[in-house]
C-alpha cells in the first residue's frame, strides 16, 4: 500500500472489483453538513479531462482511468495531502476533500496532468 494516512481523508480505491477502504476518519463532526456530492473527473490521453472542479467541503471527486494504462494521483498541501495506489485501467479512485481550500491534483507518473481542485465550505454553514 502507498497510500498515507492522514487524518480526516477518506481515500477508497476499488481493485479488481473488491472495494479497499484505506483510511476513513470522523469527517462529519461538527453541526449538520448538507448531502455530499460526487463529481466524476475522467483520465484519458494522459489527462484529466477536467482542467479544473469546483466542489464543497465534504464531497468526493471519482477518478476513472478510461487509459490502457497506469495512473497514480496525489495531492499534497498544508493540511490535506492523499497518494493513491497505483490505479489500474477501469479502476476508480475516490477522493473525499474534507477541507475548504484549493488543490492541484496531479498524476506521479504524467508529470504534465494537473486538476485543480476548489473546495468551498459546505453548503450548511454558508452564509
Ligand atoms: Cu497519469
Given at each position: 500500500?502507498?497510500?498515507?494516512?492522514?487524518?480526516?481523508?477518506?481515500?477508497?480505491?476499488?481493485?479488481?472489483?473488491?472495494?479497499?477502504?484505506?483510511?476513513?476518519?470522523?469527517?462529519?463532526?461538527?453541526?449538520?453538513?448538507?448531502?455530499?456530492?460526487?463529481?466524476?473527473?475522467?483520465?484519458?490521453?494522459?489527462?484529466?479531462?477536467?482542467?479544473?472542479?469546483?466542489?464543497?467541503?465534504?464531497?468526493?471527486?471519482?477518478?476513472t482511468n478510461e487509459d490502457e494504462?497506469?495512473?497514480?494521483?496525489?495531492?499534497?498541501?498544508?493540511?490535506?495531502?492523499?497518494?493513491?495506489?497505483?490505479?489500474?485501467?477501469?479502476?476508480?479512485?475516490?477522493?473525499?476533500?474534507?477541507?475548504?481550500?484549493?488543490?492541484?491534483?496531479?498524476?506521479?507518473?504524467?508529470?504534465?496532468?494537473?486538476?485543480?481542485?476548489?473546495?468551498?465550505?459546505?453548503?450548511?454553514?454558508?452564509?
Amino acid at each position: 500500500m502507498m497510500a498515507r494516512q492522514k487524518p480526516g481523508v477518506e481515500l477508497r480505491t476499488h481493485v479488481s472489483g473488491k472495494r479497499v477502504v484505506l483510511l476513513m476518519a470522523a469527517v462529519v463532526s461538527i453541526g449538520s453538513v448538507g448531502a455530499a456530492q460526487q463529481v466524476t473527473v475522467v483520465q484519458k490521453n494522459r489527462e484529466f479531462a477536467k482542467a479544473r472542479v469546483a466542489i464543497a467541503a465534504g464531497d468526493t471527486v471519482r477518478f476513472t482511468n478510461e487509459d490502457e494504462f497506469l495512473h497514480q494521483i496525489y495531492a499534497s498541501s498544508p493540511g490535506f495531502t492523499f497518494d493513491s495506489d497505483e490505479q489500474a485501467p477501469g479502476e476508480v479512485v475516490d477522493v473525499k476533500f474534507p477541507y475548504p481550500g484549493e488543490y492541484d491534483v496531479r498524476c506521479g507518473i504524467h508529470p504534465r496532468m494537473i486538476l485543480h481542485v476548489s473546495v468551498g465550505k459546505p453548503a450548511a454553514t454558508k452564509r
